[in-house]
């Protein structure tokens, strides 16, 4: 069963930051595209920022230069270090993989972590 456990979410002043990690798991031999998204209240989940296994980015444009994606494809792990983060950055983070199957490509969600920034 594939599993993504994100972590690293918390409570952070305006202009502090965090790393989130996200770990892949369930037999997983090879991950496409992986992603963070967030939602914050009453709003759509949109795009963070995306890394395919290449290596090639892509970033909201809300947190481009803040924020900063990477993946380790050894561990099946993607990060997202956020840096000068500003209250309207607070959202659920969520973390998403595109695993290839032989049969297919089958996007699978993390549960969540929550980023809370302060003013």
């Known amino acids: 069963q594939v599993q993504l456990v994100e972590s690293g979410g918390g409570l952070v002043q305006a202009g502090g930051s965090l790393r989130l990690s996200c770990v892949a798991s369930?037999?997983?031999?090879?991950?496409?595209?992986m992603g963070w998204y967030r939602q914050a209240p009453g709003k759509q989940r949109e795009l963070v920022a995306v890394?395919?296994?290449?290596?090639?980015?892509n970033y909201a444009d809300a947190v481009k230069g803040r924020f900063t994606i990477s993946r380790d494809n050894a561990k099946n792990t993607v990060y997202l270090q956020m840096n000068s983060l500003k209250p309207e950055d607070t959202a659920v983070y969520y973390c998403?993989?595109?695993?290839?199957?032989?049969?297919?490509?089958?996007?699978?969600w993390g549960q969540g972590t929550q980023v809370t920034v302060s003013s």
């Open positions: 998403k993989g595109a695993v290839v199957w032989s049969w297919s490509t089958r996007d699978y």
């Open positions: 369930g037999g997983i031999f090879n991950i496409n595209t």
């Open positions: 890394i395919n296994s290449g290596g090639n980015t």
